[in-house]
């Protein structure tokens, strides 16, 4: 039998299955935590850190990754603090600049609440996320593709470059991509590059419920994991 246990997130009592991940947690109970590394069902890694919460533990309080964090009895959560919405928005300001051909990575920098990009902007294609890497080893058992290199030179590969025998074309590795959404004005060209930000009406519900998902389909495409059946 699975033992539940209470956590608070931002003063909310949730009963969930212990281990759950506090990221889990908060989705399912409509207090959004934006996350870009993190699917449902999938181990999770912590790469992205968007998903940063405060733990507060004996009066102290330590900042880590919520989808790699298990849900414990008695644990109490802080999501949207000053200081982890400051964290989250350089992170998401980080990301645009790294990816800003990425639709799915405006659109949660908007859900952050950024209003600039202060760092230089990159064209790169591919933010390391891990998402393609792990649908395809985790859900379709077929570890077709993986990180190679380290450092700047780190990135996803075919083995020997080209594409294996026991690839099953499932493509679910492009369909979890946040790379494959272009922005709506459609790609930026390198020295061009931008924060989009045209998503004022669902800015709008974000601002009047800053702590709770209101479906607001910013990634639309990208599959935000409230939104999965
Ligand atoms: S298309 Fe091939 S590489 Fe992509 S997830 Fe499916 S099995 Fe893996
Ligand atoms: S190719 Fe896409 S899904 Fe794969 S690591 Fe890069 S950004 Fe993530
Ligand atoms: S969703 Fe948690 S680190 Fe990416």
Redesign the pocket.
């Known amino acids: 039998m699975p033992e539940y246990i209470t956590l608070t997130i931002d003063g909310a009592r949730i009963r969930v299955i212990e281990g759950t991940s506090v990221l889990d947690a908060a989705l399912d109970h409509g207090i959004c935590i934006p996350h870009l590394c993190h699917m449902r069902g999938v181990p999770d890694i912590g790469v992205c850190r968007l998903c940063l919460v405060e733990v507060v533990e004996n009066g102290r309080s330590k900042i880590t990754t919520s989808c790699t964090l298990g849900a414990k009895e008695g644990m109490v959560i802080r999501a949207h603090t000053e200081k982890i919405l400051k964290l989250r928005r350089n992170v998401a300001e980080l990301l645009v600049a790294e990816a800003p051909n990425s639709r799915a990575i405006q659109d949660i920098a908007v859900r952050c609440g950024v209003t600039e990009v202060r760092y230089p902007f990159h064209h790169a294609n ?8 792990r649908v395809c080893s985790e859900v379709w058992q077929s570890k077709v593709l993986g990180f190679v290199g380290r450092g700047k030179d780190r990135h ?1 590969a075919l083995p020997f470059n080209e594409r294996p025998e026991y690839c099953k074309r499932c493509w679910s ?1 492009i369909d ?4 494959t959404i272009t922005p709506c004005d459609g790609p930026m060209k390198e020295g061009e590059e931008y924060l989009c930000g045209k998503c004022a009406s669902q800015l709008t519900m974000i601002e009047n419920s800053p702590d709770s998902c209101v479906w607001c389909r910013l990634g639309e495409g990208f599959q935000c994991s409230r939104w999965r059946p």
């Open positions: 591919c933010v390391l996320c891990g998402r393609c890497v996803v590795c979890v991509c946040p790379m």
